[in-house]
């Protein structure tokens, strides 16, 4: 016999009765409205420029829906865009705590729980004083400059060394 679906209120609760009459509940996820790949190109676009908040109203969906998309799809939150605060405390040689201190003076801003690049890059060539650019290796000293680090004459060789060394 074919499952018969009670239509009275499916807003609230969807309920399948098998052949027997048995009640069986249909999880959420396959009574939702599915993902288009549009919806998705959409998702991954905005993810790293606005609230998560902000991309349900625009896609019409709810906050979890798009948190549990984001999860599912790795490219999208591989590409979320800007730091975790503890990546850029480990690159800079501060503490998380230090991190967020500067996030609360508004040195860095933050989109969905990540630090943007646009306000990194701010914070690089403001507030460059605060970072300790000569204990840092080539690579995040190179990666500084390309973000805006200020090239000081008094930083000296960028990679640490004299004329000497190798």
Known sequence: MPIQVNTLDLRLQRVVRSHAGQRLRVSSWSTGRPWTDDDVELLCEMISELPILEIAA????SEASIRTKVKAIRRCEDNLGGFKSKDLADLLGVSIRQIRRWREKGYLACVN???????????????????????????????????????????????GGGKNEQ
Not at 118 to 139: N, P, V
Request: hydrophobic share 40%.
């Open 58 to 61: 625009r896609l019409n969906r």
């Open 113 to 159: 729980g990540r630090i943007t690049e646009a306000s990194f890059g701010r914070f690089c060539r403001t507030h460059w004083d605060k970072i300790a650019f000569d204990q840092l290796s080539k690579e995040v000293k190179v990666w500084l400059l390309d973000l805006g680090y200020p090239r000081l004459p008094v930083q000296g060789c960028l990679w």
